[in-house]
């Protein structure tokens, strides 16, 4: 099993930026994808960037440019960077790691924009 435990979040004004960590620990070992969700009020959670073990990356349309995804090995952390915030970033950001055929998710952390 995977256990994963998000930090970063916060309040900041639109324009800014914030660095979302996403810390592992457990099988990690056995760890395919890495990825960023996020879910805003009232609303379906969705993807937000993803990561290969072999450094793919991919990137929903409404961020590409302005989010950052990263990780570092020796830390077993992966990183989500995001710059140029809107008020419609505002959600609940959540790690998921995909360990076939399981998924494992964070806890979340709140990500709030101010406009």
């Known amino acids: 099993q995977v256990q994963l435990v998000e930090s970063g979040g916060g309040l900041v004004q639109a324009g800014g930026s914030l660095r979302l960590s996403c810390a592992a620990s457990?099988?990690?070992?056995?760890?395919?994808?890495m990825g960023w969700y996020r879910q805003a009020p009232g609303k379906q959670r969705e993807l937000v960037a993803r990561?290969?073990?072999?450094?793919?990356?991919s990137y929903a349309d409404s961020v590409k440019g302005r989010f950052t995804i990263s990780r570092d090995n020796a830390k077993n952390t992966v990183y989500l960077q995001m710059n140029s915030l809107k008020p419609e970033d505002t959600a609940v950001y959540y790690c998921?790691?995909?360990?076939?055929?399981?998924?494992?998710w964070g806890q979340g952390t709140l990500v709030t924009v101010s406009s």
């Open positions: 998921k790691a995909t360990t076939p055929p399981f998924d494992a």
């Open positions: 990561m290969g073990n072999t450094g793919w990356t």
């Open positions: 457990g099988s990690i070992f056995s760890v395919n994808v």
